[in-house]
DNA sequence: ATATTGTTTCAAATATAATTGAAACATCAT
DNA sequence: ATGATGTTTCAATTATATTTGAAACAATAT
């Protein structure tokens, strides 16, 4: 197993490309995996994902999101700022309340989760 | 905090959308949630996001794979379990390999990537 | 049959993520 | 200032995901 053997029915489409070295080239960079990555697992988790569409149908205070899944607040919080880090959601403060907003990219997943999953 | 006070600037259009039973109804049910906590959670790991995009350029078989990305074989067949799970990805015995190819889905998946993020 | 190469599976160890409850912080009303 | 409500932060615990190395399995060649 020390030099790769290549099986019949891909090695010419894969020497083709450049082999090992020509298709790792056309790959994202590590920055834009990462990127992707952060997304990814924001809306990994089925309370996170929820959240998000519940957003994208209506704004809410952390209140209300706390009501609409019966979490609590210190556990609601830590979700929020996954998907806050991850540049789906923001918030604003309004008065006492602090008021989260899908981002436009929260809104464009969202919306391409309905149309192609 | 017993009863949930709503922001004036929400109440309105929170009100009308139902409130909170309003807004429950519009979300995907859990089947469809967890479907998709499962393609994203795939795609939340590095490694497995560049196997998925490298598997779109040149299906490989698992020695190449493990080549590309210097992972150890046991490491990598349990994340290629993961992304086969999730339906991203499928494989074909061909003689003593096992070739890697991305499913519809991992198309349409990594094609988003590129348009959409 | 036996050996060789390619791959998966398993149980144990390690690392990472999520939950918990208490304390801190912020804004508003008094 | 003081107290009440809404929210976050923190450290400790618990749960889940990943890594590791050995063993098992599968296909081929001898």
Redesign the interface.
């Known amino acids: ?1 020390e030099e ?7 090695r010419c ?2 020497e083709e ?1 450049g082999g ?1 070295d020509g ?2 080239e ?3 960079d ?1 920055q834009r ?5 952060s ?3 924001a ?4 309370v996170r ?2 959240v998000l ?2 957003l994208c ?5 952390v ?2 999101i706390v ?2 899944t019966e979490y609590a607040y210190s556990k609601m919080s830590y979700h929020l700022s996954i998907l806050k880090d991850s540049g789906l959601i923001y918030s604003k403060q ?4 602090l ?1 989260y907003y899908p981002t436009d ?1 929260g809104r ?1 997943v969202v919306e ?2 309905g149309k ?2």
């Open positions: 197993m790769t053997e290549i099986p019949d029915s891909i489409e894969f490309k090992i298709i790792v056309l790959l994202p590590d995996i990462g990127y992707i990555n997304i990814a697992r809306i990994s988790d089925p994902l929820r569409f519940a149908i209506q704004p809410m205070c209140c209300l009501a609409m309004e008065g006492n309340y008021i990219l464009k391409w989760i192609g999953l």
